[in-house]
Nanobody, 115 residues
Framework: QVQLVESGGGLVQPGGSLRLSCAAS????????MGWYRQAPGKERELVAV???????NYADSAKGRFTISRGNAKNTVDLQMNNLKPEDTAVYYC?????????WGQGTQVTVSS
């Protein structure tokens, strides 16, 4: 059974940085894409950034220039470096992995940006 486990969330002041990490277990096969989504209170879940097996990336407009997604050194891991965080980045961040049109989700990690 595939499981995704996120880490690295927390409370940070505006302008600060956080690094989220996600590791998948329960499979020996690579995912075609891995990425991060987020959901703020009262809002729908939205894409933050994704990265393919080949290294191609796609970012939400709100993340461009501030966030960087990368594959980790270990297989089936993905990181999200978030810089210059803003209060509107406050949300639960979910790790996502996709293979053969099947999507897997982590439990989510809270990111709160507040002074």
């Amino acid at each position: 059974q595939v499981q995704l486990v996120e880490s690295g969330g927390g409370l940070v002041q505006p302008g600060g940085s956080l690094r989220l990490s996600c590791a998948a277990s329960g499979t020996i096969f690579s995912f075609s894409t891995m990425g991060w989504y987020r959901q703020a209170p009262g809002k729908e879940r939205e894409l933050v950034a994704v990265i393919t097996n080949g290294g191609s990336t796609n970012y939400a407009d709100s993340a461009k220039g501030r966030f960087t997604i990368s594959r980790g050194n270990a297989k089936n891991t993905v990181d999200l470096q978030m810089n210059n965080l803003k209060p509107e980045d406050t949300a639960v961040y979910y790790c996502n992995a996709e293979r053969s049109y099947v999507k897997y989700w982590g439990q989510g990690t809270q990111v709160t940006v507040s002074s």
